[in-house]
């Protein structure tokens, strides 16, 4: 979760609209959350407004720019985490959010990508120094950009991703321990996040040691990553060869709902 996002506000009146918070940086200090600064003054709520409209990303370093209609996003294969991005927002006079505070939902920008292994057999099974490298060149940095229909009810946002730079570099994994007569995979550690609707070229490879012996393997990648989902790639160690056994595709990473600002985030709150 990140501690820190920019967001744009607006309101109408009367058919007119108006700017009120021009792309501030909001960020948690103690224990809330805080937009004052020199350059950042409070703003009040205009009990003439029709209506708000609210849209942010996170974290700063990451949007580039942000307006009413339009949120550009920087995103780059990371192993850190995902940039974000609020669902739209907006708040009408007379209904129980005017005038108080706001609760903006992040979704998640990049897709993430994760391994796990099956062996089940009588021993422990040590893998180790993983790899998965594509055939061809993906993408790796790339410009997320958010429009803004505020005439929809509720408002939506469309995204589209512009590739900027390419890469053939092998995602590192961290080992992993299957335990004996262990059916279910076991995942490395490892997430990694990448940029989201990559033309993935059909061949990769898996490389890796099992027990001290070097294994390596070309698979089938099918899979085009979505914005915000989770790919999972499941290889089998029963036979000589690994192979690929079948890929979990999820629609989110984790359910965040019940973390507070401030809290700390562990696996124990992800519901993998």
């Given at each position: 979760?990140?501690?820190?996002?920019k967001?744009?506000?607006?309101?109408?009146?009367?058919?007119?609209?108006?700017?009120?918070?021009?792309?501030?940086?909001?960020?948690?200090?103690?224990?809330?959350?805080?937009?004052?600064?020199?350059?950042?003054?409070?703003?009040?709520?205009?009990?003439?407004?029709?209506?708000?409209?609210?849209?942010?990303?996170?974290?700063?370093?990451?949007?580039?720019?942000?307006?009413?209609?339009?949120?550009?996003?920087?995103?780059?294969?990371?192993?850190?985490?995902?940039?974000?991005?609020?669902?739209?927002?907006?708040?009408?006079?007379?209904?129980?959010?005017?005038g108080?505070?706001?609760?903006?939902?992040?979704n998640?920008?990049?897709?993430?990508?994760?391994?796990?292994?099956?062996?089940?057999?009588?021993?422990?099974?040590?893998?180790?120094?993983?790899?998965?490298?594509?055939?061809n060149?993906?993408?790796?940095?790339?410009?997320?950009?958010?429009?803004?229909?505020?005439?929809?009810?509720?408002?939506?946002?469309?995204?589209?991703?512009?590739?900027?730079?390419?890469?053939?570099?092998?995602?590192?994994?961290?080992?992993?321990?299957?335990?004996?007569?262990?059916e279910?995979?076991?995942?490395?550690?490892?997430?990694?996040?990448?940029?989201?609707?990559?033309?993935?070229?059909?061949?990769?490879?898996?490389?890796?040691?099992?027990?001290?012996?070097?294994?390596s393997?070309s698979?089938?990648?099918?899979?085009?990553?979505?914005i915000?989902?989770e790919?999972?790639?499941?290889?089998?160690?029963?036979?000589?060869?690994?192979?690929?056994?079948?890929?979990?595709?999820?629609?989110?990473?984790?359910?965040?709902?019940?973390?507070?600002?401030?809290?700390?985030?562990?696996?124990?709150?992800?519901?993998?």
């Amino acid at each position: 979760m990140c501690d820190n996002f920019k967001v744009n506000t607006s309101l109408e009146m009367k058919g007119t609209r108006m700017s009120v918070m021009d792309g501030y940086e909001v960020k948690f200090k103690a224990d809330e959350w805080s937009y004052v600064t020199e350059t950042q003054h409070i703003v009040y709520w205009n009990g003439n407004a029709d209506r708000y409209l609210f849209n942010a990303g996170a974290p700063i370093d990451s949007v580039t720019s942000i307006s009413t209609s339009e949120m550009k996003l920087y995103l780059e294969n990371n192993t850190r985490g995902s940039v974000l991005a609020s669902t739209p927002l907006e708040v009408k006079n007379g209904t129980a959010e005017f005038g108080n505070a706001v609760g903006l939902r992040f979704n998640y920008v990049h897709s993430r990508i994760r391994v796990g292994f099956i062996k089940n057999v009588a021993n422990e099974t040590t893998i180790s120094d993983f790899t998965l490298t594509p055939a061809n060149e993906i993408a790796s940095k790339a410009n997320a950009t958010y429009t803004y229909d505020w005439t929809a009810t509720p408002p939506t946002a469309s995204a589209s991703v512009n590739v900027t730079a390419t890469s053939s570099a092998a995602f590192n994994y961290k080992g992993v321990t299957i335990p004996a007569n262990t059916e279910t995979a076991v995942l490395s550690p490892t997430r990694y996040y990448c940029v989201p609707v990559a033309n993935n070229p059909s061949n990769w490879t898996i490389s890796f040691t099992c027990d001290g012996e070097a294994k390596s393997a070309s698979f089938i990648n099918d899979k085009a990553w979505e914005i915000g989902k989770e790919y999972i790639y499941i290889f089998s160690l029963k036979d000589i060869t690994p192979k690929l056994v079948y890929v979990l595709s999820k629609d989110t990473y984790f359910d965040c709902n019940d973390i507070l600002p401030g809290d700390v985030l562990s696996d124990a709150d992800m519901t993998e």
